[in-house]
């Protein structure tokens, strides 16, 4: 496969970001597909801190009704996140502003890994978190959704 051809396939593995995998390809061969994540993550944490900003912040809102990018709809909508009741779209609501306020970017959960009721228990552990320990666990989600993705687009 090209660098270009890589690219669109995985491009958006990781949100918005097809800049990992455009340098991912550079890491040829890639052993298995635990490999190609693990080399994909290396790239995504080794952005500088505006980088790896500008990729937290380019995730949507939990529970959000905004435009997003498909994977997000599709992992949102597998943990019921579309179909939320007016109380619990006004919690989440609340709930991720509380969160960008603080932290300066949504807050991140690979949703394939919870129910509504964790994701909302998530919510109010993490944000007694510190900036750095948070921006460090919100990298760690975007890792396991990138791998959902991955394994999702290798299966197809």
């Known amino acids: 496969m090209s660098q270009d051809d890589f690219t669109i396939a995985l ?10 995998a455009r340098n991912t390809w550079n890491s040829r ?22 980088e790896q900003l500008e990729l937290l912040r380019s995730h949507p809102d939990l529970g959000s009704k905004a435009k997003m990018a498909e994977a997000s ?8 996140l579309d179909c939320l009741s007016p109380e619990e ?9 509380a969160y960008r306020e603080k932290f300066g ?11 509504k009721t964790s994701i909302l228990e998530a919510f109010d552990c993490r944000l007694n978190n510190e900036w750095q320990i ?9 890792a396991d959704i990138a791998c959902f993705r991955l394994q999702n687009i290798i299966k197809e």
């Open 105 to 115: 970017f949504p807050f991140i959960i690979a949703v394939k890994n919870h129910t």
């Open 11 to 20: 491009g958006e593995i990781f949100e918005k970001t097809p800049s990992i």
């Open 29 to 50: 061969p890639f052993l298995d597909l635990k490999n190609l994540h693990q080399k994909m993550v290396f790239v995504m944490n080794e952005l500088n801190q505006e």
């Open 89 to 97: 779209f006004q919690q989440f609501r609340a709930l991720n502003q």
């Open 73 to 80: 709809v599709r992992e949102q909508k597998g943990v019921g």
């Open 134 to 142: 948070e921006k460090q666990q919100a990298l760690k989600e975007i």
